[in-house]
């Protein structure tokens, strides 16, 4: 048991599915799973374990920006052998052709978090996605007739941002999407010789203002969890 997982040793498989939303990792758990466990309730961040296609695979929520899944995956890495983190999340869309519930598949995450600034000393330090994982997720989408896009996107420690119209300089250098944990996930998942990918759903659309219900982010992004999934 760790500090903020209340998992003992073997309960957690080494392919985790990681959505933000805790509620999110319940449905994909009751939706996809066989005969799913619940080896997690501390501070209401729900994980689970199942069985998909004959094969372990767990699933837990962890918060919201990069202090939190960093903690969560620092944890899950070093006290529970995980060796591949897949994170599925939403995102919100900077480009005119990523439309609401398009799969973005982040191949690195730039970001405006001062974590990596303070770690390399002030140096940049580029957070990238698993190579290995980045190409069955492809082998998977293409499986499934899933259109998917892929590219550089932004990882914000800001949700409601004093400039409303900051994104357009992201946009302008082919920053596909926001979302705020994926540059904290690569970079644990880097330090400590893991795998790790980020799936997103477009949520919302800075450029034409359209969203998602809340209730639809959490039990309706199928096609990403279905691609993940695979990867396990």
């Given at each position: ?213 809340s209730k639809e982010r959490e039990t309706t992004f199928r096609s990403m969890i279905e691609i993940a999934l695979e990867l396990a």
């Amino acid at each position: 048991m760790s500090v903020h997982i209340g998992a003992q040793k073997g309960d957690i498989a080494e392919t985790i599915l990681l959505p933000g939303d805790p509620l999110r990792a319940k449905w994909i758990a009751e939706t996809f799973f066989e005969n799913p466990k619940c080896f997690n309730e501390v501070r209401g961040m729900y994980g689970y374990t199942g069985t998909f296609k004959g094969k372990k695979v767990s699933a837990m929520g962890t918060g919201m920006g990069i202090p939190s899944i960093s903690i969560y995956a620092n944890e899950l890495i070093k006290e529970f052998g995980v060796k591949n983190l897949i994170r599925v999340g939403s995102a919100g869309s900077y480009q005119k052709d990523i439309k609401i519930r398009d799969v973005v598949l982040a191949m690195a995450a730039s970001s405006t978090s001062g974590v990596n600034e303070l770690r390399f000393g002030g140096a940049d330090y580029a957070p990238t996605a698993d190579f290995g994982l980045f190409m069955k997720a492809i082998e998977a989408a293409k499986a499934k007739n899933i259109p998917i896009k892929a590219g550089n996107v932004l990882s914000s420690d800001e949700f409601y941002e004093d400039d409303i119209e900051s994104y357009k300089k992201w946009s302008k250098f082919r920053v596909l999407c926001v979302e705020m944990e994926a540059a904290g996930l690569y970079t644990v998942a880097a330090k400590h010789n893991v795998n790790a990918l980020a799936i997103l759903t477009i949520s919302d659309s800075l450029v034409t203002g359209e969203r998602t219900t809340s209730k639809e982010r959490e039990t309706t992004f199928r096609s990403m969890i279905e691609i993940a999934l695979e990867l396990a």
